[in-house]
């Protein structure tokens, strides 16, 4: 490895490569000149090639949030007998790949161009400018504000409520607990709203609380171990309701329940239904639901129908947006708990409880 | 001295060409086995570097990393692992962040400002590590690796509401920052984007690299430390200091490649800024042999793999997974490593040959016992 007298070698390579890079760089046309053309979702026919989705990092394949945004790509798809395209970020990806990619999307004749998660937000609002015909959705985000820009919003808050009562008033230890994915605002949201509701239940009430990683790279919501780990540290130190809004990792917070049985509350789509979760399913309470489907499916009808959706689209109790899922019989057989999660819905949809968000 | 040095060349080209040639035809071998064709992905992607858009997007993440490279380098030519680059960028990239939302400087004093935030704090990180190793004898990579992880928590605080976090939506960032802190870069227009200012700093931080090394007495100390430390210490070189300012050194220009995308671009650390780039650096600077031009080349190819392959995704008739260049990523380092011992020592048994050849001939000749070419190495 030694390294002497190249240094004309050296200046000489140096020079070349610096040369050829900046020089490369320009030259030839951009991707999405040579796509294809646009198109116009005017007048009531859809001519559009279909839905662009685009996930966040350790997207497809949670079982959780991304995929209830695929199920809903994939009824529309499948409803209005239009195409669909579905992407995957790479790593070490910045801001400016989220453009490029949206701007395939647009570019190749996509419409609506879905960004499932907050952080396609500034690519959505660059985008969405240089295609003022295409529709936009943009999924737990409220920044981007444009006529073509649909913002789809879910009060989280609400279903987490109402598992926070469900778990308070299952709990036999006045003991219960909550795990999410990643420590960001989003998941405090969660949290917030399940304190509020064992709190309106029973004031006193331990509530142990854990994130399982600070940043989404390190796989707070991807590693069923970190979700199971968590899960029998709570269950260890008493709690016997465990509410998780972690994503794939809850998988590994309700197997954990199911082993100590105890009791597990889902989160996002119906989890008692779920095949992978077959075997531990008795020990579901039940699932707050964000339904991310529903609303990627609405955001695509309201497009082909020529009328796309604008605005903040807000999923609430009312609406259906969010819920609380009872599939269990076991859940369904315990009546003081059903009828308090009951009224506590309806509660907040006659306005009688404000849930707040934080 | 022409002829040593055509040896020298084609050992060096030869490790890193054989590397590739091996990982290639690995995942050729990979995309057979899932009944693919095993060409069309590369003309796909080759199809896409000459895209002027992904070019800009190449070029970018290239001076990123470039730089992270040049930091592992750094600590591999004294004989260092420094894997805590990932942390020392992150949080560089966080403190300058919130010194540039904070500080509002004219550019000219703004700009110097934030480079200098972001490499002392890249040193400060990389410094403890430093101090650990020559005070306490602690491995510098057990140090590195838990300060990662430190530095995630740590990031985790400061971009509290309560310190220094400004919540965007559901994005915790740092603020935007001052513009006068923006580093202006190649405007190329809306459909092509903008090649990062700091791209010049990258260039600039190889050529530095290369004189510091190759030019300097500190080089020197720098580089005979790290092929032995014993050595180095009997021609009067203070060892401890060497590890201590080589750490610091290198955590300096960790620091730095965060920078493009933070002054080019995202003007705001938040929860979207790319993490990892220590980890890739530490690819690229095995594939580009610690030098500064084999790293140039190491980085583009890296950052071309990972802005083309996205376009496997949208390939027509037949799509083709992206991690495609995922596989081909991991066989390269495999096949970085295995090469370059390979070649080392198929080097050392030419040179031996060639050694013994020269003997005997002149043995042969004049039956005199010295020759000088012995003596070349």
Known sequence: MRTKSRKTTFSRAALAVTVLALAAAGCGKSSTE???????????????????????????GDQSFNDAAFAGFQKAEKEFGI???????????????????????????????????????????????????????????????????????????????????????ATKKHHIGFIGGVDVPLIHTFEAGFDQGARSVDPKIKIESQYLTQTAQEGGFSSPDKGKDAASGQIEAGADVIYHAAG??????????????????????????????ADYKDWILGSALKNVGGAVYELTRSVVQGKPLSGEVRGDLKSGGVGFADSNPRYRAMKDVVAAVEKARQDIIDGKVTVEAR | MKKFDKERVLLAVAGPVIALVAAIVLTSIVLIASGKSPIEPYTLMLQQAGYSDVQVLILNQASMYYLAALAVAIGFRMNLFNIGVDGQYRLAAVITA????????????????????????????????????????????????????IATALIGYLTLSSVWGVQVGNNMTTGTMKKSGWFPGIDLGAEVGEIYGLVFLAVAMGVVYWIVLNRTRFGFDLRATGESETAAAASGVDAKKMVLTAMLISGAVAGLSGLPLLLGDAHTYSLSFPTGLGFTGITIALLGRNNPVGIAFAALLIAFLD????????????????????????????????????????????QQKRVGAELAAAAAALNNSEKKEVAAR
């Open chain 1, 34 to 60: 040579s796509g294809g053309g646009g198109s116009s979702a005017s007048a009531g026919t859809y001519s559009g090639k279909g839905i662009g989705l685009a996930y966040d990092v350790g997207g497809k």
């Open chain 1, 83 to 169: 195409g669909g395209r579905d992407v995957e970020p790479s790593d070490n990806e910045s801001s400016a790949d989220k453009v490029q990619r949206l701007e395939q999307l647009a570019r190749a004749g996509y419409n609506p161009v879905i960004g499932v998660g907050f952080v396609y937000a500034p690519a959505v609002k660059e985008v969405a400018a240089k295609y003022p015909k295409v529709t936009f959705g943009i999924v737990d985000d409220d920044t981007v504000k444009a006529k073509n820009v649909a913002d789809l919003l879910f009060d989280a808050e609400q279903s987490s409520y109402l598992a926070g009562v469900a778990a308070a008033k």
């Open chain 1, 248 to 277: 794939l990792s809850g998988q590994g917070v309700i197997q954990s329940a199911a082993q100590h049985k105890v009791w597990a509350i889902g989160v996002d789509s119906d989890q008692y239904k779920q095949s992978s979760l």
């Open chain 2, 98 to 149: 919130v010194v540039g939302a904070h500080l509002a400087l004219p550019s000219f004093l703004q700009i110097p400002v934030l480079l200098l935030v972001g490499m002392l704090t890249g040193a400060l990180w990389s410094g403890i590590a430093g101090v650990l190793k020559v005070t306490r004898g602690v491995s510098e990579v057990v140090a590195t690796i838990m300060l990662n992880s």
């Open chain 2, 307 to 350: 802005k083309a392959s996205p376009a496997l995704d949208y390939a027509t008739p037949v799509a083709y997974e992206k991690e495609i260049a995922t596989i081909m990523q991991g066989l390269i380092v495999f096949a970085v490593v295995i090469s370059y011992e390979a070649v080392r020592q198929w080097g050392l048994r030419r």
